[in-house]
């Protein structure tokens, strides 16, 4: 072999070695994931969270605006061109900003629709507390429809959003072209699901630091922003994410997502439990979407498969590699998938007629509203003080609104030295709620006695207390998921040791 030759094979094996070197340098680092189990807390509460400007501000081409709803504006953004997608928010209280910048890579294929509801981001809000409901919700989505001039799009929505777009979808179904359920709330109440997954992989100490910052919110030390951002830091995260979020992502997750006005969360809450879907959706005939996750924590394993079964006409995919945020887990696959389903559904549309699939629950009455607000300030020793007269005042006025005490006892029914104000509470909801909501009196008949038997032996009266486990025993029978952790076991030991809030 000539020196040429020997010459050019070295400068061959120098660049191979290179670029293989250049190859390893800048590789990305694998992503943390829930299953690398990382405990890494702060020493110390974090006081002073970082600024960053929200994606908005950010996202070229965005169009913003407001459009007018009954008693109140909802913001909105748009981007892109092509078939009209809204998307309905997680929460309820989160902002249209858990989707930034996510569905920008649909932008080429779709007209996006970003929103925020009412009592949530930049959109009005009610001090009254009355119009966070359900139905207005809907409504509210059915006008931002009609102010944007969309005869019809499709409908996404994720997690509690996807609760509502079933919604909106079976009230309105002639301005619905297809329906996108992104690890979406079921609605379902005949169901038995298995609780959710949430602490699966948080360990103790992540689980006291998390405690230890929204009990610093609750004595007046941390903002909620300051508490939702130490807490994320500490291991909240793995609680929906499957990959950890970047350092950016935990201040803007902070700063601008979860966004609700005070009550605006319990009333909406309190609202979806009394709706059903149970069956809805037997003949439903606009086409569906429905996407689920292996690693979704919010849910358990179950979920997944009774949202296939409420749904039985839907196209179902399922994510191996993904939390609760879909989209962001694996984006490569979601949006192929949607961007499919979209064009598909497209060419398959036909008339529907207007819906009237759902009954709609009765609203809380004002003082019941006020009641909810109340309880979801942040400032605990105010909440109590103002709880504390208006308990008074329902008493001094004989008030006789069912939906009032029902508020009032949950109230005291842990409430160390208020357990009097909790069973005279519990027993007026119960007087009324025989002439005022006799269904739902039936339906938590089964809680109302543990709640009873549990409040009679925080005072010391056992003997009344047995006589209320006894008559569950004698015909028992889950009847819902507020008291699901009152099973026959739990009856029988109560029966010989006085329930105590240890």
């Given at each position: 072999?000539?020196?040429?030759?020997?010459?050019?094979?070295?400068?061959?094996?120098?660049?191979?070695?290179?670029?293989?070197?250049?190859?390893m340098?800048?590789?990305?680092?694998?992503?943390?994931?829930?299953?690398?189990?990382?405990?890494?807390?702060?020493?110390?509460?974090?006081?002073?969270?970082?600024?960053?400007?929200?994606?908005?501000?950010?996202?070229?081409?965005?169009?913003?605006?407001?459009?007018?709803?009954?008693?109140?504006?909802?913001?909105?953004?748009?981007?892109?061109?092509?078939?009209?997608?809204?998307?309905?928010?997680?929460?309820p209280?989160g902002?249209?900003?858990?989707?930034?910048?996510?569905?920008?890579?649909?932008?080429?294929?779709?007209?996006?629709?970003?929103?925020?509801?009412r009592?949530?981001?930049?959109?009005?809000?009610?001090?009254?507390?009355?119009?966070?409901?359900?139905?207005?919700?809907?409504?509210?989505?059915?006008?931002?429809?009609?102010?944007?001039?969309?005869?019809?799009?499709?409908?996404?929505?994720?997690?509690?959003?996807?609760?509502?777009?079933?919604?909106?979808?079976?009230?309105?179904?002639?301005?619905?072209?297809?329906l996108?359920?992104?690890?979406?709330?079921?609605?379902?109440?005949?169901?038995k699901?298995?609780?959710?997954?949430?602490?699966?992989?948080?360990?103790?100490?992540?689980r006291?630091?998390?405690?230890?910052?929204?009990?610093?919110?609750?004595?007046?030390?941390?903002?909620?922003?300051?508490?939702?951002?130490?807490?994320?830091?500490?291991?909240?995260?793995k609680?929906?994410?499957?990959?950890?979020?970047?350092?950016?992502?935990?201040?803007?997750?902070?700063?601008?997502?979860?966004?609700?006005?005070p009550?605006?969360?319990?009333?909406?809450?309190?609202?979806?439990?009394?709706?059903?879907?149970?069956?809805?959706?037997?003949?439903?005939?606009?086409?569906?979407?429905?996407?689920?996750?292996?690693?979704?924590?919010?849910w358990?394993?179950?979920?997944?498969?009774?949202?296939?079964?409420?749904?039985?006409?839907?196209?179902?995919?399922?994510?191996?590699?993904?939390?609760?945020?879909?989209?962001?887990?694996?984006?490569?696959?979601?949006?192929?998938?949607?961007?499919?389903?979209?064009?598909?559904?497209?060419?398959?549309?036909?008339?529907?007629?207007?819906?009237?699939?759902?009954?709609?629950?009765?609203?809380?009455?004002?003082?019941?509203?006020?009641?909810?607000?109340?309880?979801?300030?942040?400032?605990?020793?105010?909440?109590?003080?103002?709880?504390?007269?208006?308990?008074?005042?329902?008493?001094?006025?004989?008030?006789?609104?069912?939906?009032?005490?029902?508020?009032?006892?949950?109230?005291?029914?842990?409430?160390?030295?208020?357990?009097?104000?909790?069973?005279?509470?519990?027993?007026?909801?119960?007087?009324?709620?025989?002439?005022?909501?006799?269904?739902?009196?039936?339906?938590?008949?089964?809680?109302?006695?543990?709640?009873?038997?549990?409040?009679?032996?925080?005072?010391?009266?056992?003997?009344?207390?047995?006589?209320?486990?006894?008559?569950?025993?004698?015909?028992?029978?889950?009847?819902?998921?507020?008291?699901?952790?009152?099973?026959?076991?739990?009856?029988?030991?109560?029966?010989?040791?006085?329930f105590?809030?240890?």
């Amino acid at each position: 072999m000539n020196t040429k030759s020997v010459s050019l094979m070295l400068s061959i094996a120098v660049v191979t070695l290179i670029l293989s070197g250049c190859t390893m340098i800048h590789k990305e680092p694998a992503r943390e994931t829930i299953f690398d189990k990382v405990v890494n807390i702060p020493k110390e509460l974090i006081l002073d969270i970082p600024y960053l400007p929200p994606l908005c501000d950010q996202l070229p081409g965005l169009k913003k605006g407001f459009a007018d709803i009954e008693g109140g504006k909802l913001y909105y953004e748009e981007e892109g061109q092509g078939i009209p997608l809204v998307l309905l928010n997680p929460g309820p209280g989160g902002s249209h900003h858990y989707y930034h910048p996510h569905f920008s890579q649909a932008k080429d294929f779709a007209h996006i629709i970003y929103y925020d509801a009412r009592g949530t981001g930049k959109s009005s809000i009610d001090d009254t507390g009355e119009t966070y409901t359900i139905r207005q919700a809907v409504e509210d989505v059915e006008n931002l429809r009609k102010a944007l001039k969309i005869e019809k799009w499709f409908v996404l929505g994720w997690s509690f959003g996807g609760f509502l777009a079933q919604c909106y979808a079976l009230t309105y179904p002639q301005h619905v072209i297809g329906l996108v359920l992104v690890a979406a709330s079921d609605g379902l109440t005949k169901e038995k699901i298995k609780p959710d997954r949430g602490q699966m992989f948080i360990s103790k100490k992540e689980r006291d630091a998390i405690q230890k910052a929204y009990k610093a919110m609750h004595e007046g030390k941390l903002t909620l922003v300051q508490a939702m951002y130490n807490a994320h830091l500490a291991g909240d995260w793995k609680r929906q994410s499957y990959y950890k979020p970047t350092p950016e992502e935990f201040i803007r997750e902070a700063l601008y997502e979860w966004s609700p006005a005070p009550g605006f969360n319990s009333l909406m809450s309190l609202d979806s439990l009394k709706i059903s879907l149970d069956g809805k959706f037997d003949n439903f005939e606009i086409p569906t979407l429905i996407t689920e996750a292996k690693w979704d924590l919010t849910w358990n394993t179950d979920k997944a498969e009774f949202m296939r079964k409420n749904h039985p006409n839907a196209q179902f995919e399922y994510f191996e590699k993904s939390g609760h945020g879909i989209f962001a887990d694996e984006p490569e696959k979601f949006f192929s998938l949607l961007k499919n389903f979209l064009e598909k559904s497209i060419k398959a549309q036909i008339a529907y007629k207007p819906g009237n699939r759902l009954l709609w629950p009765k609203p809380l009455s004002p003082l019941a509203c006020k009641l909810v607000m109340i309880k979801s300030l942040t400032d605990k020793k105010e909440a109590e003080k103002k709880l504390f007269a208006l308990y008074e005042q329902a008493i001094s006025e004989n008030v006789d609104n069912a939906d009032v005490w029902q508020q009032l006892f949950h109230v005291f029914l842990r409430k160390k030295g208020h357990f009097e104000k909790g069973l005279e509470a519990l027993k007026r909801y119960e007087s009324f709620a025989k002439t005022q909501d006799p269904e739902e009196l039936q339906e938590y008949g089964h809680c109302i006695k543990a709640w009873q038997g549990q409040l009679l032996d925080l005072l010391g009266r056992h003997d009344e207390a047995v006589k209320c486990y006894q008559e569950i025993l004698q015909n028992f029978k889950v009847v819902c998921n507020s008291c699901d952790d009152v099973d026959k076991k739990w009856l029988e030991e109560h029966i010989k040791k006085p329930f105590t809030l240890d």
